[in-house]
C-alpha cells in the first residue's frame, strides 16, 4: 500500500486520480445516503422471498405471501361486480318497459348497455350506433321491428333471422325477379311504384304498379307502404331506407332481397345484460 | 456626554455564525436562548401575531347566511360539493382563476413587499415567525426569562425541571392540536365537525390532519424552530435576490458604531477612537435566528428588528440617539460609510460626530419613508392593483348563470322518417346561486328547429321551460330538429339560449347544425 495522499487545502484524503494537476478528494459518502442503500438491499431481499420473483426453467418463484396478479384481478373484478349487485338486481328484476322510468335505474343501465355495446354491436351498427348499409342506424325513429322499449328489448334477445333460437324475429322477402315471381317489366313497375311514395328521383305511380304493389307487397309493407313492425315489414314511404334510397336500389331489392341476420344476444350475454343494451339503444334518439 | 458602558448590562454570548467560523452547509444546532426584547418593534410583532393568529382560529367560526340551500360558513372550502364560499362570494370548480389570480397577486406582492421593506415577511407575518414566537412566549411564562433558561437547561434533572419541562410540551402539544384543529374547519361546517370530533365520528382524514398539523407544528415551532428558516425554508434564497440596493433592511450602522469598546472611557483617556457600539451583545441575546447583526446582513436574518429595540434601549440609556442598528437602504449605508472613512480603511468616529455637541452632523444621510417609493415598487405596485382591480371587475359581473353545450361528433347529425335532421347536444345549465331558478331555453337564429329533450320522448316544441335546483348543474340531452328542406346542406350556426325572464339574466352559446350535403 503506498501511502495515503492528503489534500493540503482540504485535509481530505484524494482518491490518488488525477487529471491536468486536479486531484479528486475521497470524501465519504453522507450516512444517511449509505444507510438508504442498506435499506433497499434488504427490503429488496425480503421483496422476493415475499412475492413471485426469481425466473424458473418454467415457471417462477411464487414467494411466501402466494401473491399472484391474476388473482389480485379476480378478486378486484368479483368486488365490482358485488359492487354492482343489487343495482343489477334491480335491472334483472323492474320490468322492461320501467326501467327508464327510474331515473338512477336508467343511468346504471344506459352506463352498461353503452359499454356492452361498443363491444358486440359496434362492428355491424357503427361506434356512434349510425349503421350503415344493409346495418340499421339505431338513432332514427324507423324500427324494422319495433322501437318501444320492449320491441327492442326482444329484437336484441332473439335476434333477426338467427339461426339458433326458435322464437326469433323471421320474415324474408320473396325473390320477386330471380326465381320468376314477377317480370322484369313487373319489377320495374312495382319499383317505380315504392319509389314515388317517398318522392325518390324516377318514382312514378302508376294503375299497374299500384296493382302489383297491391297484389304482392302490402300484405308485409301495408296498403301505402307504411310498413308493418310487427311481421318486420319495413315502411317504404319514409327517408330511411336500409339497402339504400335510390330507384337503382329498390329494383335491386325486388329482384333479390338481402335480408340482415343478427344473432339473439340474450343465449350469449344473459338477460340482464340485454336488458341494459335495450334502455342504451331506446335512449339514442329514436325510442318510441 | 459619554457615558461608560458599565451603565449597561454586557452579555456573554457568541452568535450561531459568528464572522470567520462559518460552517458550510450545515452546522448542529446550537441551543440559543432568545431573551424579552421591548420596545416599538417588539410591539408592532405581538400586535401582528394577535392579527395573524386571530384570523386563522377565529375565520371558521364567522357565519354569513346565504338562504336555505346553502352552508352559513362565511369561509368554507367544500371539497365534496366542489364549491368554494367565501363570504358573498361562491366559486365554482371551473372559476379556479380567481385562485390563480390570487396566487399571481400574492407573487406580485412579495417582491412589492420584499423591494420596499425587504424580509418584512420573515420577521412578522411568515407561520412559522408567529408560531415560534407563540412557543417562545410560552416557554418564558414556564422556564422564566433567558438567565433562568440557561441555568434549567444546565441544571440536573429533578422533579421542578421534569415538571416545567413536561408543562412547557404539553402546552406546545395543545398549541399543536388546536392549530391542526382549526384547519379542519375550514372544509367542513364548524359547529357540527367540533361535535363530531369531539364524540369520536368525525371522518379519518379529519383526525389524520389534525395529527399531522400537531406534529408539524409542535416539530417546527417548538423544536426545529430558526433551522426551518435557516435549512428547510426557500424563501430566504429567493428574496435575497429580490432586495436591491434601496430595500429596507436591518443594518448595524458601523460607520458610527465602530471602533466598539466595552470601556470607552478609558479608552478616550489614552486618545484612541471610540465608536458608539459597547459591545453588550444585547442585539445577539434577543435575536431568535442566534446571530449576531453587526456582522453584516446574512441568510439567517429574518429581519423582525428585535436587536433594534435592544440596541434602541441601551443607547437611550447611555443617552446617545437610537438608531445604531436601524432599518436603513444599503445606498444609504454605504454612503455615512464613505462619509465615515473618506476613502480611508478604518472608521473615524470623529467625522459623523460634531465635537461640540456629541451629535451625528447634519451630513448623514437618514433613511426614511420615501424610500419605498422607487420606479420599481411602483411597477409592481401597479401590477398588482391591475390584477386585483381585474379580478373585482370579473367578480362584479359575473353572472350566476352558466350555460355550456357540446354537439355531438358521432353521429353527427341523423336524418329521420320525415325526412328531417336532427342534431344531439349535451347541453348543462348551470345554477350557481343557492336559490331554485325558473329559465326557459331556446334557439336562436335557427329557422324551422323544433327541440326536445331525450328523456321526455318525441315531443318538441320552440322553447322548453326548466327548473334548476340551488347550486347545482342541470345536465341535459338535447335533440334539436330542422324540418326537411328548411336549411341548406353543411354547417348552420345558431345559439341556445338559456333565460331567467324573472331576473333578467340570460346566456347563450353559439354552435353548429349539421345537415348531409347527400339527400334524398
Known amino acids: ?288 | 456626554m459619554q457615558a461608560d458602558s458599565a451603565d449597561t448590562q454586557t452579555y456573554d454570548v457568541e452568535a450561531v455564525n459568528a464572522a470567520g467560523r462559518r460552517q458550510p452547509l450545515y452546522a448542529p444546532r446550537k441551543k440559543i436562548f432568545p431573551k424579552r426584547a421591548s420596545g416599538q418593534f417588539r410591539r408592532f410583532k405581538w400586535l401582528v401575531m394577535l392579527i395573524t393568529l386571530g384570523i386563522y382560529y377565529v375565520t371558521p367560526w364567522l357565519r354569513w347566511d346565504r338562504g336555505p340551500f346553502a352552508p352559513d360558513q362565511a369561509v368554507l372550502v367544500d371539497l365534496a360539493n366542489k364549491r368554494f364560499y367565501f363570504l358573498f362570494i361562491e366559486i365554482w370548480p371551473q372559476e379556479f382563476y380567481y385562485v390563480a389570480g390570487m396566487l399571481v397577486m400574492a407573487g406580485i406582492g412579495l417582491f412589492l413587499v420584499t423591494s420596499t421593506v425587504g424580509r418584512a415577511w420573515c420577521g412578522y407575518a411568515c407561520p412559522q415567525t408567529v408560531w415560534v414566537d407563540l412557543f417562545l412566549v410560552v416557554e418564558r411564562a414556564i422556564e422564566g426569562d433567558r438567565n433562568a433558561r440557561i441555568k434549567l437547561d444546565a441544571a440536573p434533572w429533578s422533579a421542578a425541571k421534569l415538571a416545567k419541562r413536561s408543562l412547557k410540551h404539553v402546552v406546545w402539544l395543545v398549541i399543536g392540536v388546536m392549530t391542526g384543529g382549526a384547519w379542519i374547519f375550514y372544509f367542513a361546517d364548524a359547529p357540527t365537525l367540533l361535535g363530531d370530533v369531539v364524540t369520536l365520528r368525525a371522518p379519518f382524514v379529519a383526525y389524520a390532519t389534525i395529527a399531522l398539523l400537531t406534529a408539524t407544528t409542535y416539530t417546527f415551532g417548538g423544536l426545529l424552530r430558526e433551522q426551518v428558516c435557516t435549512y428547510m425554508c426557500p424563501w430566504p434564497r429567493i428574496q435575497g435576490a429580490m432586495l436591491d440596493e434601496n430595500s429596507l433592511t436591518v443594518t448595524y450602522n458601523d460607520w458610527r458604531g465602530e471602533p466598539r469598546t466595552r470601556h470607552a472611557k478609558k479608552a478616550i483617556a489614552e486618545g484612541k477612537p471610540v465608536g458608539d457600539c459597547v459591545d453588550c451583545n444585547a442585539c445577539v441575546v434577543v435575536c431568535p435566528m442566534g446571530i449576531d447583526i453587526r456582522d453584516g446582513q446574512q441568510l439567517e436574518c429574518i429581519t423582525c428588528a428585535l436587536c433594534i429595540d435592544a440596541c434602541d434601549d441601551v443607547m437611550t440609556r447611555l443617552g446617545k440617539e437610537r438608531g445604531l442598528i436601524s432599518y436603513a437602504t444599503l445606498s444609504d449605508y454605504s454612503r455615512n460609510m464613505a462619509l465615515a472613512t473618506r476613502g480611508g480603511p478604518a472608521v473615524e468616529p470623529a467625522r459623523v460626530r460634531d465635537p461640540a455637541t456629541g451629535r451625528l452632523v447634519a451630513a448623514i444621510k437618514r433613511t426614511d419613508w420615501h424610500s419605498i417609493i422607487r420606479p420599481r415598487t411602483i411597477v409592481y405596485f401597479i401590477g398588482w392593483s391591475a390584477i386585483g382591480l381585474a379580478m373585482l371587475t370579473a367578480l362584479a359581473l359575473r353572472t350566476p348563470l352558466s350555460l355550456n353545450v357540446l354537439h355531438d361528433r358521432n353521429p353527427l347529425y341523423v336524418e329521420l322518417r320525415d325526412g328531417s335532421i336532427r342534431n344531439g347536444y349535451d347541453v348543462k345549465v348551470l345554477n350557481m346561486t343557492p336559490e331554485p331558478r325558473e329559465v326557459r331555453l331556446r334557439l336562436d337564429r335557427l329557422p324551422g328547429g323544433s327541440l326536445s329533450l331525450a328523456d321526455s320522448g318525441t315531443a318538441t316544441s320552440g322553447s322548453l321551460d326548466l327548473t334548476l335546483a340551488p347550486d347545482k348543474v342541470l345536465p341535459l340531452r338535447l335533440y334539436v330538429r330542422v324540418a326537411p328542406e328548411a336549411l341548406p346542406a353543411g354547417k348552420t350556426t345558431f345559439d341556445i339560449v338559456v333565460a331567467d325572464e324573472k331576473a333578467g339574466i340570460s346566456r347563450s352559446v353559439e354552435t353548429t347544425f349539421e345537415v348531409p350535403e347527400q339527400r334524398r
Not at chain 1, 334477445?157 to 320474415?171: E, K, L, Q, V
Not at chain 1, 311514395?197 to 302508376?206: L, R, T, V, W
Request: charge should be negative; proline fraction near 5%.
Open chain 1, 1 to 288: 500500500m503506498s501511502d495515503k495522499d492528503i489534500d493540503k487545502l482540504s485535509g481530505v484524503e484524494t482518491t490518488g486520480h488525477e487529471w491536468d494537476g486536479i486531484k479528486e478528494l475521497n470524501n465519504p459518502l453522507p450516512r444517511w445516503w449509505l444507510w438508504t442503500f442498506y435499506g433497499t438491499i434488504v427490503f429488496a431481499l425480503g421483496y422476493t422471498i415475499a412475492f413471485p420473483a426469481w425466473p424458473m426453467i418454467s415457471s417462477a418463484t411464487t414467494g411466501v405471501l402466494g401473491y399472484s396478479s391474476r388473482a389480485a384481478l379476480d378478486a378486484d373484478l368479483a368486488a365490482a361486480k358485488a359492487a354492482q349487485g343489487d343495482m343489477l338486481q334491480a335491472v334483472a328484476t323492474t320490468p322492461v318497459a320501467d326501467l327508464p322510468r327510474n331515473e338512477a335505474l336508467a343511468r346504471f343501465a344506459r352506463a352498461g348497455g353503452k359499454s356492452f355495446y361498443k363491444v358486440y354491436c359496434s362492428q355491424c351498427h357503427g361506434t356512434g350506433a349510425t349503421g350503415s348499409a344493409g346495418y340499421p342506424n339505431l338513432n332514427d325513429d324507423e324500427w324494422l321491428w319495433g322501437g318501444t322499449i320492449e320491441q327492442i328489448y326482444a329484437t336484441i334477445s332473439h335476434g333477426a333471422r338467427s339461426p339458433t333460437d326458435p322464437d326469433t324475429h323471421y320474415n324474408v322477402m320473396p325473390n320477386f325477379g330471380v326465381d320468376g315471381l314477377l317480370s322484369a317489366q313487373d319489377v320495374d313497375r312495382v319499383a317505380k311504384q315504392v319509389a314515388s311514395f317517398s318522392g325518390i328521383e324516377g318514382g312514378e305511380a302508376s294503375p299497374a304498379g299500384q296493382q302489383l304493389f297491391a297484389d304482392n307487397c302490402a300484405s308485409c309493407h301495408g296498403e301505402s307502404g307504411a310498413g308493418m313492425p310487427e311481421l318486420g315489414g319495413p315502411s317504404l314511404n319514409d327517408h330511411v331506407w336500409l339497402y339504400g334510397g335510390t330507384l337503382e336500389a329498390i329494383r335491386a331489392q325486388v329482384n333479390r332481397p338481402r335480408h340482415g341476420v343478427m344473432p339473439a344476444w340474450s343465449a350469449r350475454l344473459g338477460d340482464t345484460a340485454v336488458r341494459q343494451l335495450a334502455v342504451y339503444v331506446h335512449s339514442l334518439g329514436g325510442g318510441q
